[in-house]
């Protein structure tokens, strides 16, 4: 199985139906603490750091606290929702699905970023 150049210069950090979150891979030689985390979704992709991640996943917890359309037919699959993104300027028109999506995206990488920084961190120990 070939590998493509694109997907070798990258480090998986997880992957669900909606994206993927990776390191760069040259930024390896950097330590976890400045090492920033690439969240590709829906054809937008964030160059995040981990308190980054942390508020756009409370954006999320958010946006989904918020929405009100439980008696609509078509609230699982309509843009209705806002989600604030790190960046003050942008703002995602998200499905309900979409959200839950993301969020996943978004937890099980501080999850696992998380639990590289303390390995990381017993090992230099």
Same mark, same amino acid.
């Given at each position: 199985? #070939? *590998? &493509? &150049?694109?997907? &070798? %210069?990258?480090?998986?950090?997880?992957?669900?139906? +909606?994206? +993927?979150?990776?390191?760069?891979?040259?930024? *390896?030689?950097?330590?976890?603490?400045?090492?920033?985390?690439?969240?590709?979704?829906?054809?937008?992709?964030? =160059? !995040?750091?981990?308190?980054?991640? #942390?508020?756009?996943?409370?954006?999320?917890?958010? &946006?989904?606290?918020?929405?009100?359309? %439980?008696?609509?037919?078509?609230?699982?699959?309509?843009?209705? =929702?806002? !989600?604030? *993104?790190?960046?003050?300027? +942008?703002?995602?028109?998200?499905?309900?699905?979409?959200?839950?999506? +993301? #969020?996943? =995206?978004? @937890?099980? *990488?501080?999850?696992?970023?998380?639990?590289?920084?303390? !390995?990381?961190?017993?090992?230099? @120990?």
């Amino acid at each position: 199985m #070939k *590998t &493509s &150049s694109s997907m &070798s %210069a990258i480090e998986k950090i997880y992957a669900n139906d +909606i994206g +993927i979150s990776f390191f760069w891979k040259n930024q *390896t030689n950097q330590s976890f603490d400045n090492r920033k985390v690439q969240v590709i979704f829906r054809d937008t992709g964030f =160059l !995040l750091n981990l308190d980054e991640l #942390k508020m756009f996943s409370k954006h999320c917890t958010q &946006s989904l606290a918020t929405n009100n359309c %439980a008696h609509c037919q078509h609230h699982k699959n309509c843009r209705n =929702l806002l !989600l604030r *993104t790190p960046s003050d300027k +942008i703002d995602l028109a998200v499905s309900s699905v979409e959200l839950e999506q +993301i #969020k996943s =995206l978004l @937890n099980e *990488t501080i999850f696992k970023v998380e639990l590289k920084q303390w !390995l990381e961190s017993i090992c230099l @120990n």
